[in-house]
């Protein structure tokens, strides 16, 4: 699948594409704009050849879309002052991105360090080696169904890392922040 | 239903999304259309990118090695990946420890040399606390009499430099040495070229006559003197990306940029004709697989690209891409 195709899948994903838009970013005319930014960048980057051009294009507004709702956050306090000697306009968001890794990181490390050696294992091979889970079952010599709970209940203990858990719809009952 | 549930339901969203096919993303669409959803979606997702920071998942185990390192070119990538899955394109890049003792000084030639070949990365901690990530193809000097003086003989290096005001860390390169004021910086070298990008803190960079301070933000490629040196500011978040295989490109030749692709890929690309001056700007995210890198550096700059054996070759091309 070249660029031509991916655009055919692009226009016949359209809607859905925007509903995610709209869903993520909260509003139309944001919405708009980023399926814009993903046609430009469909046009602009060229990606070797695309098996599974749906889910591919999918992966790629979900990305575009957190970059943005990471962005919206920490546009208050930015320093613009760099904005103009960027090299391109799409590495801002990753700026961005880099600075609330960090904040987050002492957290998910102190989380890592609580692990057992297994889960530690299965998240590297899951994140760092980017392998399925199927690959991860094989390297580790368990179950394809153990990996998944391995990897489910070590990802909760990070996502519980150092954050309080406000939920909109929901009482306060995460564990203690900071 | 409680926030518990709702985090877990995310994580196996995030879970499941490789192998989603359009169905499912329309599911995942939906789901994450009330607002409690989207909330803890994001917070996996960003405890996704987080991830791929942590130092304890990145690197293999760590190994000593220290007192009886000889005098002579340490041999890079010689530590295996803890699993056999070298294969997998992510991994190309594995990342070694090596730590240093300042103890057990060799009689003579003190100086050794610490090397991370082409496609690979090596990470020196110092005894002074000073740490060092050496990108593909690049060539350290350090000195067991003396910790705090390090030469760059080529390649790409972040430096993290533990500041002690009694003995100054000095980065030699050649005509010019880097002295920090307590700091974060990447350098690349080439022969007379040398480009600096201060990520924290604040450096000096000398030279025969003339000095430069850059503090954060900073950045200076130059070859040769400073009069023909371009200063400039960058993203002091950007600096040193090629850790996370991003290469940002603003108006380096051509030949340059290939020659930088090809040390983090391991990989050998030659640009054909008139091509090597041209100047490109952008930036790319590099998978680490020649195969994927190349074809797509090149669908970039609008050239085509063939292969001769191991070598890439790329050359310009009349025909634009649709």
């Known amino acids: ?178 | 239903m409680s926030e518990y549930n709702v985090v877990d339901q995310a994580i196996a969203w995030r879970l499941r999304e490789p192998a989603l096919d359009a169905d499912g993303w329309r599911m995942l669409v939906e789901w994450l259309e009330m607002p409690a959803h989207a909330a803890a979606y994001d917070a996996v997702a960003l405890d996704h990118a987080v991830l791929g920071e942590v130092a304890a998942l990145r690197q293999a185990t760590p190994a000593v090695v220290a007192d009886a390192m000889p005098a002579r070119r340490f041999r890079a990538g010689g530590m295996p990946w803890a699993f056999g899955s070298i294969a997998v394109g992510a991994v190309a890049a594995a990342v070694a420890v090596v730590v240093m003792s300042p103890t057990g000084q060799a009689p003579g030639n003190s100086a050794y040399e610490v090397a991370a070949a082409p496609g690979k990365r090596q990470a020196v901690s110092l005894a002074d606390g000073t740490q060092i990530e050496l990108s593909g193809g690049t060539r350290l000097r350090l000195d067991r009499a003396d910790p705090r003086a390090v030469a760059l003989i080529e390649g790409e290096a972040v430096f993290h430099v533990r500041h002690n005001e009694q003995a100054p860390f000095t980065l030699n390169l050649g005509e010019w040495k880097v002295r920090d004021i307590g700091t974060m910086f990447n350098v690349e070298r080439k022969g007379a070229m040398v480009k600096l990008q201060v990520g924290e803190g604040a450096v000096a960079l000398e030279g025969p006559q003339q000095r430069l301070r850059l503090s954060r933000g900073g950045a200076v490629s130059m070859r040769g003197d400073l009069e023909a040196a371009t200063i400039f500011h960058v993203a002091p978040e950007s600096v040193g990306g090629w850790r996370e295989r991003r290469l940002a490109f603003s108006g380096e030749r051509l030949a340059e940029a290939a020659d930088r692709i090809a040390r983090m890929d391991g990989s050998d690309i030659r640009i054909a004709g008139e091509l090597i001056d041209r100047p490109f700007t952008g930036m790319i995210h590099l998978t680490g697989e020649a195969g994927k890198d190349v074809p797509y550096f090149a669908a970039m700059i609008g050239a085509k690209w063939r292969r001769n054996g191991d070598q890439w070759i790329l050359s310009s091309t009349e025909a634009f891409p649709q």
């Open chain 1, 1 to 178: 699948m070249n660029t031509a195709g991916l655009k055919a899948v692009f226009l016949q994903e359209r809607a859905t594409l925007l509903r995610l838009f709209a869903g993520r970013l909260g509003n139309a005319a944001e919405a708009e704009d980023a399926l814009q930014d993903l046609w430009i960048r469909l046009e602009s980057a060229k990606p070797g050849p695309v098996a599974d051009p749906v889910p591919y294009l999918y992966r790629m507004a979900m990305n575009l879309a957190l970059d943005r709702r990471l962005s919206a956050q920490r546009r208050s306090d930015r320093d613009r002052a760099w904005s103009e000697t960027q090299p391109s306009a799409s590495e801002i968001p990753d700026a961005e991105r880099v600075l609330v890794v960090r904040d987050r990181l002492k957290h998910v490390e102190a989380a890592i360090a609580a692990m057992p050696e297994r889960a530690r294992t299965a998240l590297r091979l899951y994140r760092i080696e980017e392998l399925s889970q199927r690959e991860i079952a094989a390297e580790m010599g368990v179950t394809i169904s153990a990996v998944e709970k391995l990897l489910r209940r070590a990802l909760r203990q990070v996502s519980d890392a150092g954050r309080r858990i406000d939920m909109p719809d929901d009482s306060a009952k995460g564990n203690d922040g900071e």
